[in-house]
């Protein structure tokens, strides 16, 4: 069974910063992608960021919702089997429940389907 245990939400004002991690197990992490998503309060669950993986012939891609463009980084490090999620100038309607997520395949265009717990962010203004 998949396990995704996310760490690092919390309260922080508009502009600040906060670094999400997830750790992963009990699957080869690095032949799928990974990629983070977020249900705000009283809404829907949106796809924020997804990573694909890399070898000696395809380089590490990442594809983001416009809305986070700019200000959110994500990265992995498959020695670990982490995924992160670097989220900058962060704005009010950030503040959400964010999942980290396992893909289908190792394409950056992959459905999800393993989730982890969810760590809150809020963000005040």
């Known amino acids: 069974e998949v396990r995704l245990a996310e760490s690092g939400g919390g309260l922080v004002h508009a502009g600040g910063s906060v670094r999400l991690s997830c750790s992963a197990s009990?699957?080869?992490?690095?032949?799928?992608?990974m990629g983070w998503v977020r249900q705000a309060p009283g809404k829907g669950l949106e796809w924020v960021s997804i990573?694909?993986?890399?070898?000696?012939?395809?380089?590490?891609?990442?594809r983001d919702t416009d809305s986070v463009k700019g200000r959110f980084t994500i990265s992995r490090d498959n020695g670990n089997n982490m995924l992160y999620l670097q989220m900058n100038n962060l704005k009010p309607e950030d503040t959400a429940v964010y999942y980290c997520?396992?893909?289908?395949?190792?394409?950056?265009?992959?459905?999800?389907?393993?989730w982890g717990q969810g760590t809150h962010v809020t963000v005040s203004s």
């Open positions: 009990r699957f080869t992490f690095n032949h799928y992608a």
């Open positions: 997520a396992k893909g289908y395949s190792n394409s950056i265009y992959s459905a999800f389907d393993s």
């Open positions: 990573i694909g993986t890399s070898s000696p012939y395809q380089e590490l891609i990442t």
